[in-house]
């Protein structure tokens, strides 16, 4: 495997179930990184892990609960969502030092539908 | 309020002319631009990218401009290939809190080039 990788592809859910999405990334890469991608909305960031440490979580209901068990896996647990949260999600990994832009490398992400 | 804007969600060029896409931003600490291209069902690739202290980068077809003092961005891909046919995503990094980065995107705006 090369890149990022993100299962399941596919996920339909109700809304009293309880889910993961994973992710995992094989660039070497020292930060990871959440988005949610909904119909006519720009990039969403949800979460960011710099060296496995939550450094940002951008007003994300506790319904989605982030784990970094390490730098190269990301998971995404999911529980109670609503219908409003079906969107895609995306992954991605970057390599964050003083010199770094912020270059982002992504998955492809995991279309999520909540019945 | 959106920083980072892509006013034209749509354009459609013939193969072999030059797209150009367009990105408008509106917060003067933005100091490096992104852009990303992303086919269905694949996450955002990274495509190039610009230091606000350049006004000109270029790779290959892919050539990308920044009017600083307008605060304007476009991206040029000339000769245009059907294979270009994808969304484009703009994107705007900026420093916080210390060492921190934070991207901003766009809407993005789907180019089919038509052969």
């Known amino acids: 495997e090369t890149g990022v990788t993100q299962t399941p592809r596919h996920l339909v859910m109700g809304m009293t179930n309880k889910k993961s999405l994973k992710c995992e990334q094989h660039l070497g890469h020292n930060a990871m990184y959440w988005y949610k991608q909904s119909a006519k909305k720009p990039l969403e960031l949800m979460f960011v892990?710099?060296?496995?440490?939550?450094?940002e979580n951008n007003s994300v209901p506790s319904r989605f609960s982030p784990e970094c068990p390490n730098s190269s896996h990301l998971f995404l647990h999911l529980h109670t969502l609503q219908p409003e949260d079906s969107a895609l999600y995306l992954c991605?990994?970057?390599?964050?030092?003083?010199?770094?832009?912020?270059?982002?490398?992504f998955g492809p992400g995991t279309r999520l539908t909540v019945l | 309020d959106q920083q980072v804007k892509q006013n034209s969600p749509s354009l459609s060029v013939q193969e072999g002319r030059i797209s150009i896409l367009n990105c408008d931003y509106t917060?003067?600490?933005?100091?490096?631009f992104l852009w990303y291209k992303k086919y269905p069902a694949e996450g955002p690739t990274f495509l190039i990218s610009i230091s606000s202290i350049k006004d000109k980068n270029e790779d290959g077809r892919f050539t990308v401009f920044l009017n600083k003092s307008a605060k304007h961005l476009s991206l040029h891909i000339v000769p245009s290939q059907p294979g270009d046919s994808a969304v484009y995503f703009c994107?705007?990094?900026?420093?916080?809190?210390?060492?921190?980065?934070?991207?901003?995107w766009g809407l993005g705006t789907s180019l089919a080039v038509n052969p």
């Open positions: 917060n003067s600490m933005f100091d490096y």
């Open positions: 994107a705007a990094s900026a420093r916080y809190a210390g060492n921190n980065r934070k991207l901003i």
């Open positions: 892990y710099n060296f496995k440490e939550q450094t």
């Open positions: 991605a990994s970057s390599q964050r030092d003083r010199t770094n832009y912020n270059e982002q490398f």
